[in-house]
């Protein structure tokens, strides 16, 4: 067993050694993944299964993408918004941040899926069920959440309480605008319609110049 452990540790020694890695600005080890795979040997053998986490991983860059291109518009009409008092631009930004926010968690749900994928169902030499049995003992390898993951659901939250707010607001402008028009329409002079007999010239007969016409 002290064999095994030794070069199991040897393996992930020499595979950390041969993956090249970078500090990132918030001072954690990262490296890159290259999520394009060209058709060769090694990806004719890949399963359904593990074509699927594949496609998963790439749907959770492609679902943030378009969560921000979201908020990005968002920005735009709910300054408007503001800006003008306008009801339909307030709903518009309600409508894009809770359009963000479902974007996002369905991010967050797929990214959740690949490690499902990742831990329970894929049976291949590149998943954890290929892992060496000295590795899956607790101590060898941790697995934790980082606080990137958890602002990730604080942002989704956020975007949602934000929609959420976003459409009260343009509920009270508009009761806001209905209760102005009843005050308007208080100091507005009534017309009716002038139901007396027309002006009738057949009274005086004859040309009009004799009558200073």
Same mark, same amino acid.
């Given at each position: 067993?002290? =064999?095994?452990?030794?070069?199991?540790?040897?393996?992930?020694?020499?595979?950390?050694? +041969?993956?090249?890695?970078?500090?990132?600005?918030?001072?954690?080890?990262?490296?890159?993944?290259?999520?394009?795979? $060209? #058709?060769? =040997?090694?990806?004719?053998?890949?399963?359904? =299964?593990?074509? #699927?986490?594949?496609?998963?991983?790439?749907?959770?860059?492609?679902?943030?993408?378009?969560?921000?291109?979201?908020?990005?518009? $968002?920005?735009?009409?709910?300054?408007a918004g503001c800006w003008k008092r306008s009801h339909g631009?307030?709903?518009?930004?309600?409508?894009?941040?809770?359009?963000?926010?479902? /974007?996002?968690?369905?991010?967050?749900?797929?990214?959740?899926? /690949?490690?499902?994928?990742?831990?329970?169902?894929?049976?291949?030499?590149?998943?954890?069920?290929?892992?060496?049995?000295?590795?899956?003992?607790?101590?060898?390898?941790?697995?934790?959440?980082?606080? $990137?993951?958890?602002?990730?659901?604080?942002? /989704?939250?956020? +975007?949602?309480?934000?929609?959420?707010?976003?459409?009260?607001?343009?509920?009270?402008?508009?009761?806001?605008?209905?209760? #102005?028009?009843?005050?308007?329409?208080?100091?507005?002079?009534?017309?009716?319609?002038?139901?007396?007999?027309?002006?009738?010239?057949?009274?005086?007969?004859?040309?009009?110049?004799?009558?200073g016409y």
């Amino acid at each position: 067993y002290k =064999e095994i452990e030794e070069n199991a540790s040897l393996n992930v020694s020499f595979f950390f050694l +041969s993956v090249s890695t970078y500090i990132s600005p918030v001072q954690t080890t990262c490296m890159n993944i290259n999520y394009y795979l $060209s #058709e060769n =040997e090694v990806s004719a053998g890949f399963s359904e =299964e593990r074509w #699927e986490r594949i496609y998963m991983a790439r749907s959770v860059i492609g679902l943030y993408v378009t969560g921000f291109f979201f908020i990005f518009l $968002s920005f735009f009409t709910g300054v408007a918004g503001c800006w003008k008092r306008s009801h339909g631009n307030v709903v518009a930004t309600g409508l894009l941040q809770l359009l963000a926010a479902l /974007v996002d968690a369905g991010a967050m749900g797929l990214w959740h899926g /690949v490690q499902y994928y990742d831990y329970q169902k894929l049976r291949d030499d590149m998943a954890y069920f290929g892992w060496p049995d000295v590795l899956k003992h607790r101590g060898y390898t941790n697995f934790y959440y980082g606080w $990137s993951y958890i602002l990730a659901w604080i942002g /989704v939250g956020m +975007s949602l309480m934000t929609a959420i707010l976003f459409l009260c607001a343009a509920g009270c402008l508009r009761r806001e605008k209905k209760v #102005e028009q009843a005050k308007n329409m208080q100091y507005l002079m009534p017309v009716y319609p002038d139901k007396r007999q027309p002006y009738n010239y057949t009274a005086y007969p004859g040309p009009y110049y004799q009558y200073g016409y």
